[in-house]
């Protein structure tokens, strides 16, 4: 993609220039994500400088503009204004976590939602402006929303029709005819403001539901250098795929987080066919890996926190293969589908993370989880950047392993057994010597290009050059 094109020769000029290499200087797709869901702005700033150092490069943050009040998390996704004033924080607020981000090497992404405003008769929004279903002061008519006219009550009903999916109504939000100038022209005069703010990209949500020749203008019209990342969910038979929108931006690939549940949680590893597995994937420079975000972690299509273990080693093996660009998730611990975050005053409150955040916590509704700062993760960034560049090869594989070898440089394996211990002698091309273990700190023995690897129930183990 042109954007990434314009990185990549970016980065050799400021290589050049500087001499020296940081992570901000990669293109885009050997970066390192993280979607910090629902975290207010003074928070995502506090937390920043700590993300730099541990090798994050860009954050996700959730939908900033004004929205409709209530306490369920998912009033953000229903837009009222575009004005950034929300339970997350007020303009000064976004902008400050903005420079102080920046300050610290890690770009901001933004969640932005165009294909729709409300579901709400009428009401007043969280910064008091009022609205109608199909009428936003200054923004929108009546004339700028579809009226699909397919279903009963113009909600999506069969995701088998794709004129359903781009024209009718989402969870019966009214749904904005993005052919029209003045609705493209206000949706891109929204993403200017941000992008004045010192945004980097916008994840576009529900960009399945935009038609890609109507989503192609607002894209064009913004500077070469913005990152869209799409938010196109594949769904099986569906006429509606991500590879239609591939041109537009980097996509989730939702089956790679599907298939990292399947290995952990059902404990499917050993059913990996390594010669086929990525086949019916979006190719890896266009596509984002994940192993949850705010959707999945509600849907049980992905792991989340019932699996913290599991979902711990997934990100490792994530980090630790070449596949995608890498988005790590950071969420709170919920029971009830709706329920948001604390919040004082209608604000969400600070994120506390726990003392020592570990995947064995347990949690009271509510708690932030903190996945991000789990010890492993800076290991397994710090473990991606040391093989960069590398191939897969010499694949481990029995019941319960799964491991590889980056050619030359590492190895990763790990065990997804809740109970077994796993012993396995590995082939490797690596050359003899001693290996240090970033998980654990031990030092394992290469000797004539062999390696004895005993991995504990539920563990994994990353060897670089000691
Ligand atoms: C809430 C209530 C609803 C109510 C609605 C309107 O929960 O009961 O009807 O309000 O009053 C989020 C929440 C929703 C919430 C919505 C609006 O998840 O619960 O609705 O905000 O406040 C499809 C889309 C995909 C979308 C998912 C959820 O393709 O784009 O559905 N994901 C994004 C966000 C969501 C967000 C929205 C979009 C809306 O990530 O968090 O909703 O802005 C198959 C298909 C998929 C389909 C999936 C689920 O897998 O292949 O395309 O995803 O089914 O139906
Ligand atoms: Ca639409």
Same mark, same amino acid.
């Given at each position: 993609?042109?954007?990434?094109?314009?990185?990549?020769?970016?980065?050799?000029?400021?290589?050049?220039?500087? @001499?020296?290499?940081?992570?901000?200087? %990669?293109?885009?797709?050997?970066?390192?994500?993280?979607?910090?869901?629902?975290?207010?702005?003074?928070?995502?700033?506090?937390?920043?400088?700590?993300?730099?150092?541990? =090798?994050?490069?860009?954050?996700?943050?959730?939908?900033?503009?004004?929205?409709?009040?209530?306490?369920?998390?998912? /009033?953000?996704?229903?837009?009222?204004?575009?004005?950034? %004033?929300?339970?997350?924080?007020?303009?000064?607020?976004?902008?400050?976590?903005?420079?102080?981000?920046?300050?610290?090497?890690?770009?901001?992404?933004?969640?932005?939602?165009?294909?729709?405003?409300?579901?709400? *008769?009428?009401?007043? @929004?969280?910064?008091?402006?009022?609205?109608?279903?199909?009428?936003?002061? &200054?923004?929108?008519?009546?004339?700028?929303?579809?009226?699909? &006219?397919?279903?009963?009550?113009?909600?999506?009903?069969?995701?088998?029709?794709?004129? %359903?999916?781009?024209?009718?109504?989402?969870?019966?939000?009214?749904?904005?005819?993005?052919?029209?100038?003045?609705?493209?022209?206000?949706?891109?005069?929204?993403?200017?403001?941000?992008?004045?703010?010192?945004?980097?990209?916008?994840?576009?949500?529900?960009?399945?539901?935009?038609?890609?020749?109507?989503?192609?203008?607002?894209?064009?019209?913004?500077?070469?250098?913005?990152?869209?990342?799409?938010?196109?969910?594949?769904?099986?038979?569906?006429?509606?795929?991500?590879?239609?929108?591939?041109?537009?931006?980097?996509?989730?690939?939702?089956?790679?987080?599907?298939?990292?549940?399947?290995?952990?949680?059902?404990?499917?590893? =050993?059913?990996?066919?390594? $010669?086929?597995?990525? *086949?019916?994937?979006?190719?890896?420079?266009?596509?984002?890996?994940?192993?949850?975000?705010? *959707?999945?972690?509600?849907?049980?299509? $992905?792991?989340?926190?019932?699996?913290?273990?599991?979902?711990?080693?997934?990100?490792?093996?994530?980090?630790?293969?070449?596949?995608?660009?890498?988005?790590?998730?950071?969420?709170?611990?919920?029971?009830?589908?709706?329920? &948001?975050?604390?919040?004082?005053? @209608?604000?969400?409150?600070?994120?506390?993370?726990? /003392?020592?955040?570990?995947?064995?916590?347990?949690?009271?509704?509510?708690?932030?989880?903190?996945?991000?700062?789990?010890?492993?993760?800076?290991?397994?960034?710090?473990?991606?950047?040391?093989?960069?560049?590398?191939?897969?090869?010499?694949?481990?594989?029995?019941?319960?392993?799964?491991?590889?070898?980056?050619? @030359?440089?590492?190895?990763?394996?790990?065990?997804?057994?809740?109970?077994?211990?796993?012993?396995?002698?590995?082939?490797?091309?690596?050359?003899?010597?001693?290996?240090?273990?970033?998980?654990?700190?031990?030092?394992?023995?290469?000797?004539?290009?062999?390696?004895?690897?005993?991995?504990?129930?539920?563990?994994?183990?990353?060897?670089?050059?000691?």
């Amino acid at each position: 993609m042109r954007a990434a094109r314009t990185i990549a020769l970016l980065t050799t000029s400021l290589l050049l220039l500087s @001499g020296c290499s940081t992570k901000q200087d %990669q293109p885009f797709s050997s970066q390192v994500g993280l979607q910090l869901f629902m975290w207010p702005w003074q928070s995502v700033a506090s937390e920043c400088e700590g993300l730099g150092n541990q =090798g994050i490069d860009w954050v996700l943050v959730s939908p900033p503009q004004e929205h409709i009040v209530g306490s369920a998390w998912w /009033t953000v996704y229903q837009p009222v204004s575009y004005q950034l %004033q929300s339970r997350l924080g007020n303009r000064s607020d976004f902008e400050n976590m903005v420079k102080t981000c920046d300050q610290a090497g890690v770009n901001v992404l933004v969640d932005v939602v165009i294909n729709h405003m409300t579901a709400q *008769d009428s009401g007043i @929004g969280f910064a008091g402006t009022s609205f109608e279903k199909y009428n936003y002061p &200054g923004l929108y008519g009546p004339e700028d929303f579809h009226n699909c &006219g397919l279903t009963a009550g113009n909600s999506i009903e069969n995701y088998g029709d794709a004129k %359903q999916v781009q024209t009718c109504e989402l969870l019966g939000l009214s749904d904005l005819d993005q052919s029209r100038p003045n609705v493209q022209t206000t949706i891109v005069g929204f993403l200017n403001d941000l992008l004045n703010l010192g945004v980097t990209g916008f994840r576009i949500d529900a960009a399945k539901h935009i038609a890609p020749s109507d989503l192609e203008p607002i894209v064009s019209a913004l500077p070469e250098e913005t990152i869209f990342l799409l938010e196109v969910i594949r769904g099986a038979g569906e006429p509606i795929q991500p590879e239609q929108y591939s041109n537009l931006g980097y996509i989730w690939e939702f089956d790679y987080a599907r298939s990292m549940r399947s290995y952990f949680e059902d404990q499917l590893i =050993g059913y990996i066919d390594p $010669a086929t597995r990525f *086949d019916s994937y979006l190719p890896s420079d266009r596509a984002i890996s994940f192993i949850s975000n705010h *959707d999945t972690e509600r849907n049980s299509q $992905a792991l989340n926190f019932n699996y913290q273990r599991e979902f711990e080693l997934a990100t490792s093996l994530m980090l630790a293969e070449p596949y995608g660009t890498p988005m790590l998730y950071s969420s709170y611990y919920f029971f009830d589908y709706d329920a &948001g975050p604390t919040e004082e005053n @209608g604000l969400v409150t600070a994120v506390a993370c726990p /003392t020592n955040p570990t995947s064995d916590n347990s949690y009271e509704d509510r708690d932030w989880i903190c996945q991000h700062r789990w010890a492993s993760v800076e290991k397994m960034i710090r473990f991606r950047d040391l093989v960069d560049q590398t191939a897969v090869v010499n694949t481990v594989q029995t019941e319960n392993l799964f491991g590889f070898e980056r050619e @030359g440089k590492g190895f990763f394996i790990v065990n997804v057994s809740p109970e077994a211990e796993e012993t396995v002698e590995a082939q490797t091309t690596l050359p003899d010597g001693s290996y240090l273990d970033l998980l654990s700190d031990e030092v394992f023995e290469v000797n004539a290009g062999k390696i004895t690897l005993t991995l504990k129930p539920l563990s994994a183990i990353a060897l670089v050059k000691n």
